[in-house]
């Protein structure tokens, strides 16, 4: 028997439980983990909410990033031995494989060998801000130098992976924030440029900052009613990456601006880099030679213990934190 967390019905981090279960082993194709650190993302909270892409078949487990050992290998699995230090890139469903506990079956494929350099508290904070910067920056809008990207809910672990992403490949990055108190530490973590959306309008700052020409790549997870004053601080044949759904009212097509710009609007999460072989080993190769560089490093926002992940969630819904939230698991 080993501690998860699970949740009995949707709701609000109050719903998450600790209970002793039994994972079994490995099944063909799976490899059994022991945890020692895990990722909190904004889809969790969704899922435990009933919001996400996938409704939680009840009583349900949760979570898509953990970092830890290899403790038993399932068959037809070649590449991993025993006390392997590995990490868990998030492509599956958590209907199946949720990682929140001290122990977790996974599917092989999605498993890698990080880099020795990393704590558990890094090794948990990877995979899902730098594979969906990754693949919506360069795989899908092929972001290049000098170009301006604007990457907004900048504060969060995906928005921090966007500002290094950017910064690697030369292009401007513009980080987009409520209000002032995150601007001195978005500048710190790399942001060439940040604008206050409280004090400052987006649209003429974009264009001060673009001489005038706007943004080619927008990298947006609000959505909302946001997107038509993104659409007007996009450059000609623009293209505008919707990756979520943070904000509560309806997103309109900005019709006029698409029109008379060319813009394109696409949807997108990270699955759909994961599910592809060629791109998904691409975006691995990226991600490690980054991390060993140097020039990729994870940010961690704050950690909790794995006793309360109820506050833990709690705190990722607060929008405080700038970077991952972190949980260490004894």
């Known amino acids: 028997m080993v501690r998860v967390v699970r949740f009995h019905k949707t709701g609000g981090p109050e719903v998450l439980q600790i209970e002793n279960v039994s ?40 979570g898509y990033e953990a970092a830890g050992t290899v403790e038993e290998i399932g068959e037809g699995v070649s590449g991993f031995s025993i006390g ?20 977790a079956i996974v599917p092989a494929a999605i498993v890698v060998k990080h880099p020795e350099n990393l704590s558990w508290e890094e090794a948990a ?17 092929g972001l290049a130098a000098g170009e301006a990207v604007i990457i907004t809910a900048a504060s969060s672990s995906v928005g921090l992976a966007a500002i290094q992403i950017a910064n690697a490949a030369g292009a401007t990055s513009i980080a987009v924030t409520r209000t002032a ?37 927008i990298f947006d997870p609000v959505t909302g009613e946001g997107v038509d004053t993104l ?31 060319g813009l394109t609007l696409r949807g997108y999460t990270l699955f759909e880099v994961v599910s592809d072989p060629k791109r998904m080993a691409k975006a691995k ?3 490690l030679d980054g991390l060993t560089s140097g020039k990729l490093k994870p940010v961690i ?30």
Do not use: C
């Open 301 to 330: 926002g704050k950690t909790f213990p794995f006793e309360q992940i109820v506050e833990a969630h709690r705190f990722l819904e607060s929008n405080e934190q700038i970077g991952k939230i972190v949980v260490t698991v004894p």
């Open 125 to 141: 904070a990877i995979w899902m801000k730098f594979m969906t910067a990754y693949g919506a920056l360069i795989d899908v809008a």
């Open 84 to 103: 392997d230090k590995v990490s868990t890139i998030p492509g599956f469903s958590m209907n199946r494989h949720g990682v929140y506990g001290e122990e």
């Open 231 to 261: 659409a007007q601080a996009a450059a000609k044949f623009g293209t505008i990456i919707l990756y979520g759904a943070l904000s509560a009212s309806a997103t309109p097509f900005p019709l006029f601006a698409a029109i008379s710009k």
């Open 285 to 287: 190769r990226y991600i």
């Open 181 to 217: 108190a995150k601007r001195d530490a978005l500048l710190h973590q790399g942001a060439r440029h940040v604008i206050v959306t409280r004090e400052q309008d987006l649209v003429e700052e974009v264009k001060r900052i673009t001489d005038g020409k706007g943004a080619r790549v």
């Open 23 to 62: 994972i079994g082993a490995p099944g063909s194709g799976e490899l059994r983990l022991r945890v020692h650190a895990l990722g909190l993302n904004r889809a969790e909270a969704m899922f435990r909410a009933g919001t996400y892409l996938e409704q939680p078949t009840l009583p349900s487990g949760l």
